[in-house]
């Protein structure tokens, strides 16, 4: 089909990162390169499939890139045999749901929260699993290499193309997970960021998608799509990029107001006094319900729900209180779905403001854990701030960097300042718990995979105490 390129290909292992592939758009990401990948992600599931017939998957956000390189990859797959579903605009969530609905593999083209400057590509196999690459994609990545080198050989039967619109079923699925007709009225402001949200809001909690209205009033915040993102980064965990939707809750005397990422499958919570609700409260609030209604739906044995290992104390405390237990993990999406499908969890929250679901496929969904704070905050009585409250009782410092040029010593230096104070864990970085006279704390220090890095996160049982271990910690850090 292709001859190789007379010009260098690209290293890919430059821009294929753990979990997915991020790279700049025009010198990483090219249509060359995307087709081999196409090609390649097409072997890796053949690999794994068995019948007459393989399909997959590929949808897109809205990036002037994303549609090129969709078409693009689609053509490597089909060389390769593999019938595409061309899936067009949508989230990151609603390509998982295709992923799971259809059983097919899937690749959804898109930078999340990354600058115009770059796109990417998120991966699964049927059933919206996770690939990493110890699980997939670094032989995709070497399937693909081989490609740019010697060409795509274009099989006998080469696949066909259809184009499929899962909005409305997707918006379906959502609306049966979560019954929000019955909650009290409630004055909601989106900020979309100009990404898909723009797109699954108005079919999800509006009308758009011909579901019966909602007692919700939604107002609107950068709705138009646009990958060049006019307004602000669609990256709701930098604080600078809630402003205009904190001032817009404030303005509209709104009962709360929802942030999400580019791709739209991250969601952050602002509370009716401009306020963030923390990821991990809304996690501790979504499993509490998770736990409550797989139990009233007659589910008995043990019921585990994942949490990494920097969410807020109250999140595992929280779970162990429903009766159910908490699992404790590593940093990362893909590992994350890995456990939920090892330990069959009902649900997994992270810092970050991923969010998993059992019922859906174990992928992460932030529409659909917007949906059940939504539910929960409709049957409560009172603002938002005083639930939020409820399961925010510590203080945390959230997630500091600091470049580090030697992270071997940097540890050695904390390990010695900490001996005697507190216990240590090595399931990611190293996590150091102790007590104070006001109460526990702890703290987490990990290094990045990808930049020399160290991450702190700390919390405690009272403010001063967090300040005070989280400045010692620093100063260690930054000696």
Known sequence: M?????????????????????????TQLTDEVVEALGAGFADEMRAEHDGPTFELAIGHDMRDSSPTFAAAFARGAQARGASVIMLGLGSTDETYFASGHLNVPAAMFTASHN????????FCRAGAQGISLDTGLGSIRDRAQAYLASGIDVVDAPGTLVNRDVLADYAAYLRKLVDLS?????????????????????AV??????????????????????????????????????VDL???????????????????????????????VTPSAVAAIVALREITRVRAQGETGEI????????????????????????????????????????GAIFGGEHSAHYYFRDFWGADNGMLAAMHLIAQFGAYDGPLSALAAEFTPYTASGEINSTVADVPAAYARIVDAFHGRASIDELDGLTFTGAADDGFWWFSVRPSNTEPLLRLNAEAQTPATMAAIRDEVLALIRA
């Open 246 to 276: 904190q001032k817009a809750v404030v303005e509209h005397g709104a009962d709360l107001g929802l942030a999400f990422d580019g791709d739209a499958d991250r969601c952050f919570v602002i509370d009716e006094l401009g306020q963030p």
């Open 115 to 122: 600058p115009a400057t770059y796109n990417g590509i998120k």
């Open 182 to 202: 019955s909650v009290r009225p409630l004055r909601i402001v989106v900020d979309a960021g100009n990404g898909m949200g723009g797109l699954t809001v108005p």
């Open 304 to 343: 585990r729900v994942v949490h990494n290992l920097i969410t807020s104390r109250i999140v595992p405390e929280t779970i162990s209180a429903a009766g159910a237990i908490p699992v404790r993990t590593k940093v990362g999406h893909s590992l994350i779905k890995d456990v939920m499908h090892a330990t």
């Open 2 to 26: 292709n001859s190789a390129s007379e010009t260098p290909a690209p290293d890919l292992s430059s821009f294929i990162k753990a979990y997915d592939v991020r790279g700049l758009v025009g």
């Open 205 to 242: 909690l509006g009308t758009a998608a011909g579901l019966p209205v909602l007692p919700l009033e939604i107002i609107p915040l950068y709705f138009e799509l646009d990958g060049t993102f006019p307004n602000h980064e669609a990256n709701p965990l930098e604080p600078a990029n809630l």
